[in-house]
C-alpha cells in the first residue's frame, strides 16, 4: 500500500529551540495534513494543506504543502515543553481515497 | 462537550472472545472510521463509513465486523481475539467523504491475552 516517509523518527531539543520535521511520498497528493498526538489521547488535528505551495501557520506552527505535492514539512518554533509528543503528517491522493499516515516523529523538550 | 467518544478505553480479554467497542460522534458528520495503532505508534484505516454506508474496507480479517446503526454510531466488533489484535483502536469521524478533515476519539487500548 501507499506509505509516507516521514522524518525524523525521533527529536531531543532544549526548551527555546526550533524543530523541523517532514514527510515525502513517491505518489502525488492532493491533501496534506499534520496532527500531533499525546500519550493515551487520539491524534489532534494541527494543520491541513490542501493547494501545493501553501504555506499555513498555527501559532508557532508552521506547515507547507511542497509544489511537487510529494512532501510537506513542519516546523515549531521556540519549542516549549508541552510540544512533547508524536506528531503524524498524512496524505491523501484524492477526495475518495484513505489518509495514509506517516510513521510519526516523537519529539521530546528538555527544560 | 466529547465530539467523538469511544468506549471502553481499556479492555483486556483472553484470546478466542468476542468483543465489541462502541464510537460515537455528535458532530453531526456523515463519514466516520475506524484504525488500528500498533505498538509501534503505525496508524492504519481499517473500515469508513459515509452515511452508514461502507466505503473503505482495507485487507483487515473477516473477524473484524464494523456496524453502523445511524451515521452517528460505527461499532466495532472483533470474534475470535488474536494477540496480534493487541493494539490501540481509534474511532474518528468527518464532514463528507474522506477527504475532509478527520477528527480522532481517544482510543481504545485492547490487550488480548
Known amino acids: 500500500g501507499q506509505q509516507l516517509n516521514q522524518s525524523p523518527q525521533s527529536m531531543f531539543i532544549q526548551e527555546g529551540e526550533d524543530v523541523s520535521m517532514n514527510c515525502t511520498s513517491s505518489s502525488i497528493f492532493n491533501t496534506w495534513l499534520w496532527y500531533k498526538q499525546d500519550p493515551g489521547e487520539g491524534p489532534v488535528l494541527l494543520i491541513a494543506?490542501?493547494?501545493?505551495?501553501e504555506l499555513t501557520s498555527n501559532g508557532r506552527l508552521t506547515a507547507q504543502f511542497g509544489i511537487t505535492r510529494k512532501d510537506s514539512f513542519l516546523n515549531i518554533s521556540a519549542s516549549i515543553p508541552s510540544d512533547v509528543g508524536i506528531y503524524f503528517c498524512a496524505g491523501q491522493i484524492s477526495g475518495n481515497t484513505p489518509l495514509v499516515f506517516g510513521k510519526g516523529t516523537r519529539l521530546s523538550v528538555i527544560a | 462537550d466529547t465530539a467523538v467518544s469511544q468506549t471502553p478505553k481499556y479492555l483486556v480479554t483472553q484470546m478466542g472472545n468476542d468483543k465489541s467497542i462502541k464510537c460515537e460522534q455528535n458532530?453531526?458528520?456523515?463519514?466516520m472510521y475506524w484504525y488500528k495503532q500498533d505498538s509501534k505508534k503505525f496508524l492504519k484505516i481499517m473500515f469508513s463509513?459515509?452515511?452508514?454506508?461502507?466505503?473503505i474496507n482495507e485487507t483487515v480479517p473477516n473477524r473484524f465486523s464494523p456496524k453502523s446503526p445511524d451515521k452517528a454510531h460505527l461499532n466495532l466488533h472483533i470474534n475470535s481475539l488474536e494477540l496480534g489484535d493487541s493494539a490501540v483502536y481509534f474511532c474518528?469521524?468527518?464532514?463528507?467523504?474522506?477527504?475532509?478533515?478527520?477528527?480522532f476519539g481517544p482510543g481504545t487500548r485492547l490487550t488480548v491475552l
Open positions: 474518528a469521524s468527518s464532514l463528507r467523504r474522506t477527504g475532509d478533515t478527520q477528527y
Open positions: 463509513y459515509n452515511n452508514k454506508e461502507l466505503i
Open positions: 494543506l490542501y493547494k501545493a505551495g
Open positions: 458532530l453531526g458528520h456523515d463519514t
